[in-house]
């Protein structure tokens, strides 16, 4: 069992950053694949950043990359989302994901391939 809370939102102006935390609860994090999600009023949940922790690999969606950067320090059970250059359409809330299962072609961009989800944190992105 995994327990994520998800920190670091707030209200920031276009081409500001921020930098989003999910700290995780549990012994076995470090075995986990981690995934960052938004979701914007009346959009579905989109795909933003994953770590393979398995692969050692990081992905991204085409729309954050190059701006956004996803870490994870093992031994403080946490996850980062490093948010730079916002836009306006970076406006959600954002939500941190765990897989217990390794990643398969794409699959670490589908909802469904996650266990567990935090609670989300909201970023606006002021014009």
């Known amino acids: 069992q995994v327990q994520l809370v998800e920190s670091g939102g707030g209200l920031v102006q276009a081409g500001g950053s921020l930098r989003l935390s999910c700290a995780a609860s549990g012994r076995t994090f470090s075995s986990y694949n981690m995934g960052w999600f938004r979701q914007a009023p009346g959009k579905e949940r989109d795909f933003v950043a994953a770590?393979?922790?398995?692969?050692?690999?990081?992905y991204y969606a085409d729309s954050v990359k190059g701006r956004f950067t996803i870490s994870r320090d093992n031994p403080k059970n946490t996850v980062y989302l490093q948010m730079n250059s916002l836009k306006p359409e970076d406006t959600a809330v954002y939500y941190c994901?765990?897989?217990?299962?390794?990643?398969?072609?794409?699959?670490?961009?589908?909802?469904?391939?996650?266990?567990?989800w935090g609670q989300g944190t909201q970023v606006t992105v002021s014009s």
């Open positions: 770590f393979s922790w398995t692969a050692g690999k990081t």
């Open positions: 994901a765990a897989s217990r299962r390794s990643y398969y072609s794409n699959s670490y961009a589908r909802v469904d391939e996650y266990d567990y």
